[in-house]
């Protein structure tokens, strides 16, 4: 596999959720979105090995692996 760093930026994120998930009560919300953020981090793994390899895959009708996206589950899984 390769990591560029939307997959990095993904995984980090599905590690808060999990961390979250962990300790209840730290931030149920992050919790939460574990299925929206697997999504986006499936996503990301999949352009980056279409990048990688030079395949054309086509598009995703509802890409998750997107700035938006990110800034959103940001919001709800702050760092720190």
């Given at each position: 596999?390769?990591?560029?760093?939307s997959v990095e930026h993904a995984m980090v994120l599905f590690?808060?959720?999990?961390?979250?998930?962990?300790h209840p009560g730290t931030n149920?919300?992050?919790a939460q979105s574990r299925k929206e953020i697997?999504?986006?981090?499936?996503h990301c793994i999949r352009?980056?090995?279409?990048k990688s390899w030079g395949v054309k895959l086509g598009e995703l009708a509802d890409n998750r692996c997107t700035e938006a996206q990110f800034?959103?589950?940001r919001?709800?899984?702050?760092?720190g």
């Open positions: 596999m390769v990591e560029d760093l590690g808060r959720s999990l961390t979250a998930l962990q149920e919300g992050c697997s999504l986006i981090l499936a352009e980056s090995l279409g800034n959103a589950i919001k709800i899984c702050p760092s």
